[in-house]
């Protein structure tokens, strides 16, 4: 056991690492895509995931959720190997049922989106909801049987395959549907691939159709499936209502704008094995514990993510042009609300509760936040335009998480003002917005951007700003590295 509290940081680390390739790598993906394919094509390109995204969530019913309760939580290996064979037997079946219901779908969202090329990839919607659902499972997996280093690679090669197709298609003159075609069968390669990785590091899986464990994990996933098709559609409401009130062109200006950049890749790794801990220690009712834990890794993930934040919002249009072109520079306004948007990812507010199986006032609050989000959408576009969807975006968010959080302090029986490090969050804040006014307004006076570009003045800028900050905060990220790693130690 000890062996295994010493590796959380770790793994943590080791994942972020790896998701810090994948996420550059995507990014990269995101850059060419923007830049070789035309907006008209970029903004079907996003049509079509958003399509994926949300009948995935719709139908899956919060399935993969359950994979760290169920597969943390057994007690032998033949409860772990007969939850997966479960596991897997219903999410195939439920992905090719999604699968199903697209393709019927296709008018309809023709209709919506006002664009007839959605026609064109019927088999896209056919097989991609699989592909996705499988693949995405290996992560929550890898983790609970602790093979990160299998993990990694996985990642990678994945994420390298899919901008190889990029190149490929570029190269020989190929056209949008022949990228498309290629990235689906990426897709299904590496979807099958998991099946077989996941047989030979388990006792084995099979066909299984296990009425009462069926019904445990549908008992439990529903909830948080529910509270997950709120929160996706929460996610994806904005390009919605775009996609609905404005052209393709102006759809694939907006994606972009909104794409979540990979900062956010510090708080996915480390709640990924933090959650199956925080598990194990609400079943102990060690909340105490739990909660340092948790606190630990938000102040390490926000650290990071508000030094960025507030570094895409300073130095905006440069980040942009950088990152998808001058075509894209419209969507400044949207992008700097979504980089304040990134302050609230510093952590999953709602892990205490998912752990706690208080899965049903997760999906209450989301709820709340969903109406709230549709609202605000409606009246903030019709107020102030297209940047109207972003900034409910940010309100709903705020509020879910502040909702969350109370309910946290309250199950865990501990006051509001304990159960998160608002101390830590708010220093870290001012510092951060003292050091991004300055930097601001360095730019405007200095005039490397003669000899380096205005992109090259940011970078050099931004370079100097983190140089300063990390020296400032060094001392706060060694202490709560020390603290989440020793915090094992409790399991």
Same mark, same amino acid.
């Given at each position: 056991?000890? =062996?295994? +509290?010493?590796?959380?940081?770790?793994?943590?680390?080791?994942?972020?690492?790896?998701?810090?390739?994948?996420?550059?790598?995507? &990014?990269?993906?995101?850059?060419?895509?923007? $830049? *070789?394919?035309?907006?008209?094509?970029?903004?079907?390109?996003?049509?079509?995931?958003?399509? @994926?995204?949300?009948?995935?969530?719709?139908?899956?019913?919060?399935?993969?959720?359950?994979?760290?309760?169920?597969?943390?939580?057994?007690?032998?290996?033949?409860?772990?190997?007969?939850?997966?064979?479960?596991?897997?037997?219903?999410?195939?079946?439920?992905?090719?049922?999604?699968?199903?219901?697209?393709?019927?779908? @296709?008018?309809?969202?023709?209709?919506?989106?006002?664009?007839?090329?959605?026609?064109?990839?019927?088999?896209?919607?056919?097989?991609?909801?699989?592909?996705?659902?499988?693949? +995405?499972?290996?992560?929550?997996?890898?983790?609970?049987?602790?093979?990160?280093?299998?993990? %990694?690679?996985?990642?990678?090669?994945?994420?390298?395959?899919?901008?190889?197709?990029?190149?490929?298609?570029?190269?020989?003159?190929?056209?949008?549907?022949?990228?498309?075609?290629?990235?689906?069968?990426?897709?299904?390669?590496?979807?099958?691939?998991?099946?077989?990785?996941?047989?030979?590091?388990?006792?084995?899986?099979?066909?299984?159709?296990?009425?009462?464990?069926? =019904?445990?994990?549908?008992?439990?996933?529903?909830?948080?499936?529910?509270?997950?098709?709120?929160?996706?559609?929460?996610?994806? !409401?904005?390009?919605?209502?775009?996609? /609905?009130?404005?052209?393709?062109?102006?759809?694939?200006?907006?994606?972009?704008?909104?794409?979540?950049?990979?900062?956010?890749?510090?708080?996915?790794?480390?709640?990924?094995?933090?959650?199956? @801990?925080?598990?194990?220690?609400?079943?102990?009712?060690?909340?105490?514990?739990?909660?340092?834990?948790?606190?630990?890794?938000?102040?390490?993930?926000?650290?990071?993510?508000?030094? *960025?934040?507030?570094?895409? *919002?300073?130095?905006?249009?440069? %980040? &942009?042009?950088?990152?998808?072109?001058?075509?894209?520079?419209?969507?400044?306004?949207?992008? $700097?609300?979504? #980089?304040?948007?990134?302050?609230?990812?510093?952590?999953?507010?709602?892990?205490?509760?998912?752990?706690?199986?208080?899965?049903?006032?997760?999906?209450?609050?989301?709820?709340?936040?969903? *109406?709230?989000?549709?609202?605000?959408?409606?009246?903030?576009?019709?107020?102030?335009?297209?940047?109207?969807?972003?900034?409910?975006?940010?309100? +709903?968010?705020?509020?879910?998480?502040?909702?969350?959080?109370?309910?946290?302090?309250?199950?865990?029986? %501990?006051?509001?003002?304990?159960?998160?490090?608002?101390?830590?969050?708010?220093?870290?804040?001012?510092?951060?917005?003292?050091?991004?006014?300055?930097?601001?307004?360095? /730019?405007?006076?200095?005039?490397?951007?003669? #000899?380096?570009?205005?992109?090259?003045?940011?970078?050099? !800028?931004?370079?100097?700003?983190?140089? %300063?900050?990390?020296?400032?905060?060094?001392?706060?990220?060694?202490?709560?590295?020390?603290?989440?790693?020793?915090?094992?130690?409790?399991?």
């Amino acid at each position: 056991m000890k =062996k295994t +509290s010493v590796t959380l940081g770790n793994d943590a680390l080791r994942l972020t690492a790896s998701k810090v390739i994948t996420m550059i790598i995507s &990014m990269i993906s995101a850059m060419l895509l923007s $830049r *070789f394919r035309t907006l008209g094509e970029y903004g079907t390109y996003s049509q079509l995931l958003i399509i @994926v995204s949300i009948a995935t969530s719709l139908i899956m019913l919060g399935l993969p959720n359950s994979i760290n309760y169920f597969l943390a939580g057994a007690d032998s290996p033949f409860e772990r190997d007969k939850f997966l064979s479960v596991y897997y037997t219903l999410s195939t079946f439920l992905s090719f049922v999604i699968g199903f219901v697209l393709v019927l779908s @296709v008018p309809l969202l023709e209709s919506y989106f006002d664009n007839e090329n959605i026609r064109s990839f019927i088999y896209f919607f056919a097989l991609y909801p699989w592909a996705r659902i499988i693949a +995405s499972s290996i992560e929550n997996i890898l983790v609970v049987y602790r093979r990160t280093r299998l993990l %990694v690679y996985f990642r990678i090669t994945n994420s390298v395959s899919l901008l190889l197709i990029i190149f490929v298609v570029q190269i020989f003159g190929l056209t949008f549907n022949s990228y498309i075609l290629m990235f689906l069968l990426v897709e299904i390669v590496f979807g099958l691939s998991v099946y077989f990785i996941v047989n030979s590091i388990s006792g084995g899986i099979k066909l299984s159709f296990d009425i009462n464990l069926i =019904k445990k994990v549908i008992t439990f996933s529903i909830p948080i499936g529910l509270a997950s098709v709120v929160g996706t559609l929460n996610y994806n !409401l904005d390009q919605l209502m775009v996609g /609905k009130f404005y052209n393709t062109e102006q759809l694939a200006i907006y994606a972009n704008a909104g794409r979540e950049l990979p900062i956010t890749i510090v708080t996915t790794s480390i709640v990924a094995v933090l959650l199956p @801990v925080i598990v194990r220690l609400i079943k102990k009712q060690e909340y105490k514990i739990a909660l340092k834990l948790w606190g630990n890794s938000i102040i390490l993930s926000y650290v990071v993510i508000c030094f *960025f934040a507030v570094g895409f *919002f300073a130095f905006a249009p440069d %980040v &942009m042009n950088l990152l998808y072109s001058e075509k894209y520079l419209p969507g400044v306004p949207i992008f $700097r609300v979504y #980089s304040l948007v990134l302050l609230l990812r510093c952590t999953y507010f709602g892990i205490v509760l998912n752990a706690s199986g208080k899965s049903q006032f997760i999906f209450y609050s989301s709820i709340a936040s969903l *109406f709230m989000n549709v609202l605000l959408n409606y009246l903030l576009y019709l107020t102030i335009g297209i940047i109207g969807p972003a900034i409910a975006t940010l309100l +709903s968010q705020l509020v879910i998480n502040l909702i969350q959080l109370a309910y946290t302090a309250k199950a865990t029986k %501990v006051t509001f003002s304990n159960v998160f490090p608002w101390k830590s969050i708010g220093l870290l804040t001012l510092l951060n917005i003292v050091l991004g006014i300055a930097f601001y307004y360095l /730019k405007g006076i200095l005039t490397i951007d003669l #000899s380096l570009g205005s992109i090259g003045e940011s970078v050099f !800028l931004g370079l100097l700003w983190g140089v %300063v900050y990390f020296l400032v905060v060094k001392n706060e990220v060694v202490l709560n590295w020390k603290l989440l790693n020793n915090g094992g130690n409790y399991q």
